[in-house]
Nanobody, 127 residues
């Protein structure tokens, strides 16, 4: 199990950028997969970006492909999400998630796939 703490959220205008960070105490090396999710007002939590910490696979939701980039800093035990060309529809609480075992047959973009969650960081994009 890892403890996850997100930071970097804030308010920006459409077209702007933000960089989110997720610090993983207990170490990223203990995980197999990490992901970013978001939940907007009145919406379900949705997967945004995924990275396999053991195998290097990366995937994104179609809505953010080409705009968001997920990355790992193993030395700092940190997961990052670089968000460019932000849109008002990106407004949401963003959460970091981790799983510390293989998930054969599961989808990366389902919240139930992950065991550990951070408390979230708010991103607000104004038009």
């Amino acid at each position: 199990q890892v403890q996850l703490v997100e930071s970097g959220g804030g308010s920006v205008q459409a077209g702007g950028s933000l960089r989110l960070s997720c610090a993983a105490s207990g170490g990223i090396a203990r995980t197999y997969y990490m992901a970013w999710f978001r939940q907007g007002p009145g919406k379900e939590r949705e997967g945004v970006a995924f990275i396999s910490t053991r195998f290097g696979n990366i995937d994104y939701a179609d809505s953010v492909k080409g705009r968001f980039t997920v990355s790992l800093d193993n030395a700092k035990n940190t997961l990052a999400l670089q968000m460019n060309s932000l849109k008002p529809e990106d407004t949401a609480m963003y959460y970091c998630a981790a799983r510390s075992s293989l998930f054969l047959g599961r989808r990366w973009d389902l919240p139930s796939t992950y065991n550990d969650w951070g408390q979230g960081t708010q991103v607000t994009v104004s038009s």
